[in-house]
């Protein structure tokens, strides 16, 4: 089958870019911000964001509580908006992501965290928008401009900047390093052939998507995208939140697609795709150690988040000739715009 060109398929061939263009946009702002949050550690970040970067925050959860130790809570922005709440963030990281930096509700909580006290930073891919002039530090995405609705290139920025941060906060060499080879390894993920996915979700109704660790976050982000993109429905869950209960949902035309990270968490996560197996499901796996037609290929692993943003970059690259597949244009999904506004 031939699929169209997609303005969302160019713009994630450009996402090795905007990480390389990140290598010199953000030593200095990350020097200055880490020096702060070292001169009085905080004992909790908030961060506040929506859709794709309410995913990207879940990454950040992952790398801050896994490489620092230090507690990562999602703020809900209506305690502010709608119920005049203030919270009692002195001393305290806020974290802000927004790919517009628009968003009414990410504003007005994130001047109320900078009033109550908090460090205040954010990740967006417009350095002048009014969001990051609320704040005392703005990390760029530099994913230049990005036009198709569905967010491709600057959620995968966005993971790279928080694992940036995390990197130089907890001086994990490791993570530096990968981060250097993550723009050609996005290259390279974004040639991987994902389409055995594309003849078994062309016809489905509904599946699921299933990570931890690192790839909690890409699970939760590919469920987004096939809503957005086929108006498919998709729930994410972890691999242990999918035993309590989910599991009742496996059937054998019920699509399962887990993301297996490469860390500690893949044994338990790989068993888990073989009991699916087991009962029958219709399982697709990246990185896994499953038989075709579920395997998906994936990279030689590398470093566990960064192979975990590699996952979704090939994802996407299958997404939208998914889309083509079930007639529909990916780069302008029906409800939606680039820039959602709320309160």
């Given at each position: 089958m031939t699929f169209p060109?997609?303005?969302?398929?160019?713009?994630?061939?450009?996402?090795?870019?905007?990480?390389?263009?990140?290598?010199?946009?953000?030593?200095?702002v990350l020097a200055a911000l880490v020096a702060q949050l070292r001169r009085k550690p905080?004992?909790?970040?908030?961060?506040?964001?929506?859709?794709?970067?309410?995913?990207?925050?879940?990454?950040?959860?992952?790398?801050?509580?896994?490489?620092?130790?230090?507690?990562?809570?999602?703020?809900?922005?209506?305690?502010?908006?709608?119920?005049?709440?203030?919270?009692?963030?002195?001393?305290?990281?806020?974290?802000?992501?927004?790919?517009?930096?628009?968003?009414?509700?990410?504003?007005?909580?994130?001047?109320?965290?900078?009033?109550?006290?908090?460090?205040?930073?954010?990740?967006?891919?417009?350095?002048?928008?009014?969001?990051?002039?609320?704040?005392?530090?703005?990390?760029?995405?530099?994913?230049?401009?990005e036009l198709s609705v569905p967010a491709t290139k600057t959620f995968i920025a966005s993971l790279a900047v928080l694992a940036r941060l995390t990197a130089l906060w907890a001086e994990h060499e490791a993570l530096?390093?990968?981060?250097?080879?993550?723009?050609?390894?996005?290259?390279?993920?974004?040639?991987?052939d994902w389409r055995n996915l594309i003849g078994a979700l062309t016809g489905a109704a509904s599946l699921v998507t299933i990570g931890r660790g690192p790839t909690l976050a890409i699970a939760r982000e590919a469920a987004l995208k096939l809503k957005e993109t086929s108006g498919l429905h998709a729930e994410a869950f972890s691999a242990a939140e999918f035993q309590h209960g989910p599991i009742a949902l496996v059937a054998s035309q019920y699509p399962i697609v887990i993301f297996t990270p490469t860390d500690a968490a893949a044994a338990g996560t790989?068993?888990?795709?073989?009991?699916?197996?087991?009962?029958?499901?219709?399982?697709?796996?990246?990185?896994?150690?499953?038989?075709?037609?579920?395997?998906?290929?994936?990279?030689?692993?590398?470093?566990?988040?960064?192979?975990?943003?590699?996952?979704?970059?090939?994802?996407?690259?299958?997404?939208?000739?998914?889309?083509?597949?079930?007639g529909v244009n990916a780069d302008e999904p029906r409800h939606l715009q680039k820039i959602t506004r709320t309160r």
């Amino acid at each position: 089958m031939t699929f169209p060109e997609f303005q969302m398929t160019a713009e994630l061939r450009t996402a090795p870019e905007a990480v390389r263009r990140q290598e010199k946009a953000l030593p200095g702002v990350l020097a200055a911000l880490v020096a702060q949050l070292r001169r009085k550690p905080p004992q909790v970040v908030v961060t506040c964001a929506r859709g794709s970067s309410a995913h990207a925050a879940t990454f950040g959860k992952h790398l801050i509580e896994r490489y620092l130790g230090v507690v990562v809570a999602a703020a809900a922005p209506s305690v502010t908006t709608i119920y005049h709440q203030r919270l009692a963030l002195d001393g305290q990281f806020f974290l802000a992501i927004s790919q517009s930096g628009t968003s009414g509700d990410l504003i007005e909580q994130t001047v109320a965290a900078r009033d109550s006290g908090a460090v205040t930073a954010c990740i967006t891919n417009h350095a002048e928008s009014e969001l990051a002039q609320c704040c005392e530090f703005v990390l760029p995405m530099e994913a230049g401009p990005e036009l198709s609705v569905p967010a491709t290139k600057t959620f995968i920025a966005s993971l790279a900047v928080l694992a940036r941060l995390t990197a130089l906060w907890a001086e994990h060499e490791a993570l530096a390093g990968a981060l250097q080879r993550l723009p050609d390894r996005l290259a390279a993920a974004s040639e991987l052939d994902w389409r055995n996915l594309i003849g078994a979700l062309t016809g489905a109704a509904s599946l699921v998507t299933i990570g931890r660790g690192p790839t909690l976050a890409i699970a939760r982000e590919a469920a987004l995208k096939l809503k957005e993109t086929s108006g498919l429905h998709a729930e994410a869950f972890s691999a242990a939140e999918f035993q309590h209960g989910p599991i009742a949902l496996v059937a054998s035309q019920y699509p399962i697609v887990i993301f297996t990270p490469t860390d500690a968490a893949a044994a338990g996560t790989d068993q888990l795709a073989h009991d699916l197996i087991a009962k029958g499901a219709a399982l697709f796996s990246a990185g896994s150690n499953v038989a075709p037609p579920g395997a998906l290929e994936t990279l030689p692993a590398d470093q566990p988040e960064t192979d975990a943003i590699c996952q979704i970059q090939s994802f996407y690259g299958m997404v939208a000739r998914l889309a083509a597949a079930r007639g529909v244009n990916a780069d302008e999904p029906r409800h939606l715009q680039k820039i959602t506004r709320t309160r």
